[in-house]
């Protein structure tokens, strides 16, 4: 969900993350905050409201997203 908001231009939040349903809420932000702490999801402050935190992929994961692909190409 995160990967695929942040190719659509819109960050996903985490408050559209808990909106999704797809775990019970203590549930979601435990495997939010060890994917944050993995370095898999980079959560930031919002530009236009700093109360909202926005979640994307980590340049780590893109460099190995794009290795894929790469490699599946060949």
Known sequence: EVG???????PLTVK????LELAPPVTVFRRLNR???LGVIVRTRSPRDRRVHELRLS???HRLFAMYSHQASD
């Open 35 to 37: 994917l944050c702490d």
């Open 59 to 61: 340049p780590a994961v």
């Open 16 to 19: 559209q993350l808990l909106l």
């Open 4 to 10: 695929f908001h942040e190719l659509s231009l819109a």
